[in-house]
């Protein structure tokens, strides 16, 4: 399987960015997809992660409140939805898949996008 994220950008601090992460097939197995970012000079941090087929999600406390992840199994597509946006938002966001349960370790995740990049201006 392949990721595919886009919808990055450059954006002024408040605004308002979606990211979307297409999948190329339809893995049955497929438990879990989430999101993690990465500044420069830092590590890869998680941001949010949900259930492929059922409802739970989970969010870093760094962007609880302000992003949403979701889905569409239609277009076997991951979002997120990402609002008042900070400079401490600024990191290239990579979409991931293959882990066996919601969590927030990224050595569970074994397939991971090209990343797209979001900066937030001042």
């Known amino acids: 399987v392949q990721l595919v994220e886009s919808g990055g950008g450059l954006v002024q601090a408040g605004a308002s960015l979606r990211l979307a992460c297409v999948a190329s097939?339809?893995?049955?197995?497929?438990?879990?997809m989430g999101w993690f970012r990465q500044a420069p000079g830092k590590e890869r941090e998680f941001v949010a992660a949900?259930?492929?087929?059922?409802?739970?999600?989970l969010y870093a406390d760094s962007v609880k409140d302000r992003f949403t992840i979701s889905k569409d199994h239609a277009k076997n597509t991951l979002y997120l939805q990402m609002n008042s946006l900070t400079p401490n938002d600024t990191a290239t966001y990579y979409c991931a898949s293959g882990a066996i349960a919601v969590i927030t370790t990224a050595d569970e995740y074994d397939t991971w996008g090209q990343g797209t990049q979001v900066t937030v201006a001042s």
């Open positions: 097939d339809r893995d049955h197995r497929r438990v879990a």
């Open positions: 949900l259930s492929w087929l059922a409802g739970m999600t």
